[in-house]
């Protein structure tokens, strides 16, 4: 399988502080990771940098089959270019309804005139329902989203997510705040999510990751730690030591 | 298949209903096309205060909608003025200097007239040249061009080095009151080539034209509810598709449009510019009707009464901004022109043109703390209680 993503030698620190370490990561075109982590290991940084939010002060982030470098891209072109993101906290726009978030969300021209002449086709709206039924929300798409329950809204915005067809889907602690049967439904989400596309999540919650069931990746102050199956991490000494033995 | 878009947004059929009655019911008791109920001054304050209504939609646009509280809008109000103001000033001077000349024994030559027309207007700033700003003072087309595209270029301009640098919030508030002051001081010198703080006046009379104010007045009526017919339109079918949800979200999670790979800054500078020029028309047909326009209508005080209209109408709503505009500029015509009557207290008499200010300020804190959505947030209750 060939690499989608490649994040290699990257180093950003603020105010002396190494949040990232010469950090070195890749991930293949359909794959999913899981990324854990102690507090303060850098795995929103690692996310920050992928989507251009934050600028590293050395390494590469290479995209894709022509080796573009994502650091001189605005953080619109890079999610026009396939990464999409899911925040910690469930970030969907509360004033709109369901529907009017997934059609902005829908993969299509991202202009202004094109946004301005925008008018919805019954495509479109079809594909709103069908993802709407993918996450669950079928019977949700006239209310507000303001209205939704907490695990509602992180489906919402993991619709929202599929709705972009990214090529490559980070996915911050999305199961946070969530009722065992909603985890279920998450993790079931991304799983399928990943069939086609790249996918990682970052979690600290080890059931979550278990569920998974997928390769993961252990950070420790900026830097790879560990890498493996879970079982081959949670194995590892190192890992034990500034993790799990805590 | 498609809903037409007026059946969709029932808000919009019902207000244009409401500004088409109240436009016939004033032409009918105007002084120039009806039966004189209405004095042609009133009529200049009706057709003004449906100018504000204009520059709130804009305002609306651009806070209500988009987020960013621009307190500097009056400052393409008032180019747009300038720019009208110049063509009105310059024609009809030169009217005037031909004809006086005209007595003369010797029929003048052409740089005769232009000096004569030179040292009427500048005179008042010790002048006689025209600056070179007045180059197209001459052609009614092009100074009509200038009303859109100074304001439009002044906005994408300001607008681009702002939204570029990722300026937002209180910032960029106080940014855009920065430039209003800052032009309004430049206007002030004697040297900016608009007569320094005396302005540009004489401006309800158009030139060449025989009618009498009553009729004139009633043509720019007319005119400005049709301008506000028009951008409320077109203000209501930008926010009624994909574009109101993009700028909405802007204003709600910036961040969070710009990972859906919209390039914020290049939506926000749109509706920045676009807001500008809605703002320039307003003010073009407003001048006109005000008769002088001068720095001071510029000064950064005016665009935060602006923002207070549009706060006091209810934001995010663009029958608001409306309402908040015509309700709050009139009463205050009202308050200030000494109409209202004082409250004696017998120690102490309130007057209100002192003291509307402080009613003004005071109902401003109050909409903000007690009625978020303003006086277009009644509106929501009458539908909440026709529903159930």
């Known amino acids: 399988m060939s690499t989608l993503l490649e994040v290699s030698g990257v180093s950003v620190s603020f105010d002396g502080f190494k949040a990232i370490n010469n950090l070195s990561f890749q991930i293949a075109e359909t794959e999913l990771r899981a990324v854990i982590g102690p507090n303060g290991a850098g795995k929103t940084t690692f996310m920050d940098i992928v989507t251009g939010k934050t600028r590293p002060n050395e390494g590469r982030v290479i995209w894709g089959e022509k080796s573009i470098s994502l650091l001189r891209m605005s953080e619109a072109q890079i999610a026009r270019a396939g990464i999409g993101r899911k925040f910690q906290k469930p970030t969907v726009f509360e004033d709109q309804t369901v529907r009017e978030n997934f059609l902005m969300a829908l993969k299509k021209e991202r202009g202004v005139l094109a946004v301005l002449l925008f008018r919805p086709s019954p495509a479109d709206l079809a594909r709103v329902d069908e993802l709407a039924d993918e996450v669950g929300l079928a019977s949700e798409l006239s209310r507000l989203a303001g209205e939704l329950s907490h695990g509602q809204k992180q489906w919402l915005e993991i619709g929202m997510l599929l709705a972009q067809e990214p090529r490559l889907l980070l996915v911050d602690e999305p199961a946070a705040g969530m009722t065992p049967e909603e985890r279920e439904h998450t993790s079931a989400l991304l799983v399928a999510a990943a069939k086609t596309r790249a996918v990682v999540v970052v979690e600290h919650d080890m059931e979550f990751v278990r569920r998974l069931d997928c390769k993961v990746t252990v950070l420790h102050e900026g830097a790879v730690l560990a890498e493996g199956s879970l079982d081959h991490v949670t194995a590892n000494s190192d890992v034990i030591d500034v993790y799990l033995g805590r | ?388």
């Open chain 2, 1 to 388: 298949m498609r809903t037409p878009f007026i059946a969709k947004n029932p808000s919009v059929l019902i207000f244009l209903l409401a500004l088409a009655a109240f436009t016939i019911t004033v032409t009918i008791l105007s002084e120039g096309f009806g039966i004189g109920v209405i004095s042609t001054s009133f009529i200049k304050t009706l057709g003004k205060t449906l100018c504000l209504c204009l520059i709130a939609v804009a305002m609306d646009l651009v806070w209500g909608f988009t987020g960013i509280l621009s307190l500097g809008h009056f400052a393409f109000f008032g180019l747009g003025g300038y720019m009208i103001g110049m063509w009105l000033m310059y024609e009809r001077t030169r009217l005037i200097v031909t004809e006086a000349l005209m007595q003369g024994q010797i029929p003048p030559t052409e740089v005769e007239i232009i000096d004569g027309i030179g040292s009427q207007i500048f005179g008042v700033v010790g002048s006689n040249e025209f600056p070179l700003i007045w180059s197209f003072a001459d052609s009614l087309g092009l100074q009509l061009l200038l009303v859109l595209l100074v304001p439009g270029v002044l906005a994408l301009v300001f607008g681009w080095l702002a939204f570029r640098s990722r300026v937002t919030g209180v910032y960029l508030s106080i940014l855009t009151q920065a430039m209003t002051l800052a032009l309004a001081l430049y206007l002030f010198q004697n040297d900016s080539g608009l007569r320094g703080n005396n302005g540009l006046s004489g401006l309800q009379n158009l030139p060449g034209v025989g009618a009498s104010q009553a009729v004139v007045s009633m043509w720019f009526f007319l005119a400005s509810a049709l301008a506000l017919a028009l951008g409320y339109m077109l203000a209501a079918w930008i926010v009624s598709g994909k574009f109101g949800s993009v700028i909405r979200g802007i204003r709600d999670n910036e961040t969070r449009v710009r990972f859906l790979g919209y390039s914020v800054e290049a939506f926000k500078l749109a509706v920045f510019t676009l807001t500008a020029c809605i703002a320039a028309i307003a003010g073009a047909l407003y001048y006109p009707q005000a008769g002088i326009i001068n720095p001071a209508e510029i000064v950064p005080i005016a665009s935060i009464y602006l923002a207070v209209w549009v706060a006091i109408g209810g934001r995010g709503r663009l029958y608001g901004a409306v309402i908040g505009a015509g309700f709050v500029s009139l009463i205050s015509t009202w308050f200030t022109g000494g109409q209202a009557p004082d409250i004696a207290l017998g120690i102490y008499t309130i007057k209100w043109v002192d003291w509307w200010l402080v009613l003004l300020g005071l109902s401003f804190v109050g909409v903000t703390l007690f009625a978020p959505n303003g006086i277009g947030g009644l509106f929501d209750l009458f539908k909440k209680g026709s529903k159930t």
